[in-house]
């Protein structure tokens, strides 16, 4: 079976950069797309990006879009996430996402196969 491992996670003051990596073991990695959530303490798993497996078109929550870029490297199994100009509101536990099935981009739902997670703290 397939597994996903988040990493990059960290804390940083407010309008620093951070850069998630998240990497597939266990088996062949085959997906439709990529995704990122993030859930902070008492909140619902919130979608973040995602991305397609075959051209990488990408879709961005508006709270991110111009803040945040995904990108994935479909040869090592990876996918990433480059977070700028980060906010305090950015905290949470950030979880990595594939889809191995035509489903709708942005619901949690529609995700297979998750990551544990990596904690993402923003001070102010």
């Known amino acids: 079976q397939v597994q996903l491992v988040e990493s990059g996670g960290g804390l940083v003051q407010a309008g620093g950069s951070l850069r998630l990596s998240c990497t597939a073991s266990?088996?062949?990695?085959?997906?439709?797309?990529m995704g990122w959530f993030r859930q902070a303490p008492g909140k619902e798993r919130e979608f973040v990006a995602t991305?397609?497996?075959?051209?990488?078109?990408?879709y961005y929550a508006d709270s991110v879009k111009g803040r945040f870029t995904i990108s994935r490297d479909n040869a090592e199994n990876m996918v990433y996430l480059q977070m700028s100009s980060l906010k305090p509101e950015d905290t949470a536990v950030y979880y990595c996402?594939?889809?191995?099935?035509?489903?709708?981009?942005?619901?949690?739902?529609?995700?297979?196969?998750w990551g544990p997670g990596t904690q993402v703290t923003v001070s102010p």
């Open positions: 266990g088996g062949t990695f085959s997906s439709i797309r």
């Open positions: 991305s397609s497996r075959l051209r990488g078109s990408t």
């Open positions: 996402a594939a889809q191995i099935h035509t489903g709708a981009v942005m619901l949690a739902e529609e995700y297979d196969y």
